[in-house]
């Protein structure tokens, strides 16, 4: 059975940092693009961050700089480091697995696998 577990969300003052992790199971996930997606409330679900089997990654224009993806050693866990983060982050972060190619990363519909997802909560 095909599982993505987060973890490492909470609250954080404005300008702090989180890092959250993604580990897969069930499936070859280290031959797909990988990806954070986040949701905030009345909002809908906004790609931020992806990785492809070659390590390369592509970010949404309001993470560049500040938000850092990753891939752990096992191939089957990502990570994303949230530097610097601000109140408009809040949101609930979600991993997706079997993703399309990095071109189009950030199609949420291209992602068959999702995690049940990690709140994160920034104050200012």
């Known amino acids: 059975q095909v599982q993505l577990l987060e973890s490492g969300g909470g609250s954080v003052q404005s300008g702090g940092s989180l890092r959250l992790t993604c580990e897969g199971s069930?499936?070859?996930?280290?031959?797909?693009?990988m990806a954070w997606f986040r949701q905030a409330p009345g909002k809908e679900r906004e790609a931020v961050a992806a990785?492809?089997?070659?390590?390369?990654?592509n970010y949404a224009d309001d993470v560049k700089g500040r938000f850092t993806i990753s891939r752990g050693d096992s191939r089957n866990t990502i990570y994303l480091q949230m530097d610097n983060l601000k109140p408009e982050d809040t949101a609930v972060y979600y991993c997706?697995?079997?993703?399309?190619?990095?071109?189009?990363?950030?199609?949420?519909?291209?992602?068959?696998?999702w995690g049940q997802g990690t709140q994160v909560t920034v104050s200012s």
């Open positions: 997706a697995a079997d993703g399309p190619p990095l071109w189009k990363w950030w199609l949420r519909l291209e992602y068959n696998y």
């Open positions: 069930g499936y070859t996930y280290s031959t797909d693009t």
């Open positions: 990785i492809d089997r070659d390590g390369d990654t």
